[in-house]
């Protein structure tokens, strides 16, 4: 019984720990909730490649660079630094996928990731080991400084994406001028 007893006890209280090793993680909730908001996605009287290209000189257009590209998807990135130890990146990914069978027209799904780095400072020490005296840790007035990623975050906000959607619209429209006037001219290109 008093066997029993301890290792009952035993059981108890390595529970407890366990228990207590898992308490340090708050509980998040879920962030997403799917509906038929258009905040990410715009149709285009354009095909997937046309699409895709006026999306390209979009980014360009604001300095972000191209860092993948086919004919149905774009990536660019741009970095800001708003304060001395913060700096921003955001991650554009543009993919686009016809709408209508013959492919005239089109889908281009836009999302934008931010990712934050703070400043790390640290300072290096070194150990001066004394015979009698024992160790003795020293202060150098060096140090190294390291961009570490802080956060990263999905942007939202739908006026952001409206201002990069009107932007591929313009793109798009100054083609179609372009196709009008070569026509008019008789297949010659301004």
Do not use: W
């Given at each position: 019984m008093?066997r029993a007893?301890k290792?009952m006890a035993?059981i108890?209280?390595?529970?407890g ?6 308490s340090q ?8 909730s ?7 996605s715009?149709?285009?009287?354009a095909?997937?490649a ?5 999306a390209?000189?979009?980014l ?6 191209a ?7 774009i ?6 630094q708003p304060?001395?130890e ?9 993919v686009?996928v016809?709408?209508t069978a013959?492919?005239q027209i ?11 780095y703070?400043l ?12 009698a ?16 990623k802080v ?12 201002s ?15 196709i ?5 001219t008789?297949g010659?290109?301004?």
């Amino acid at each position: 019984m008093l066997r029993a007893c301890k290792r009952m006890a035993a059981i108890a209280v390595a529970a407890g720990l366990a228990g207590c090793g898992t308490s340090q993680f708050k509980h998040v909730p879920v962030q997403e909730s799917f509906g038929s908001t258009e905040t990410f996605s715009r149709m285009f009287d354009a095909s997937p490649a046309q699409t895709c290209e006026a999306a390209r000189r979009a980014l360009l257009s604001q300095g972000y660079i191209a860092n993948a590209r086919t004919a149905e998807l774009i990536e660019g990135s741009k970095s800001f630094q708003p304060d001395p130890e913060l700096n921003l990146q955001v991650n554009i990914r543009v993919v686009c996928v016809p709408e209508t069978a013959d492919g005239q027209i089109s889908i281009g799904f836009v999302t934008a990731l931010q990712d934050r780095y703070a400043l790390k400072k640290s300072a290096n020490s070194a150990s001066l080991g004394v015979g009698a005296l024992g160790s003795v840790s020293l202060p150098f007035s060096s140090g190294s400084d390291s961009m570490v990623k802080v956060g990263s975050e999905t942007i939202s906000k739908s006026n952001f994406y409206d201002s990069f959607f009107g932007l591929v619209m313009r793109y798009l429209q100054q083609d179609r001028e372009a196709i009008g006037a070569a026509d008019n001219t008789g297949g010659e290109k301004p």
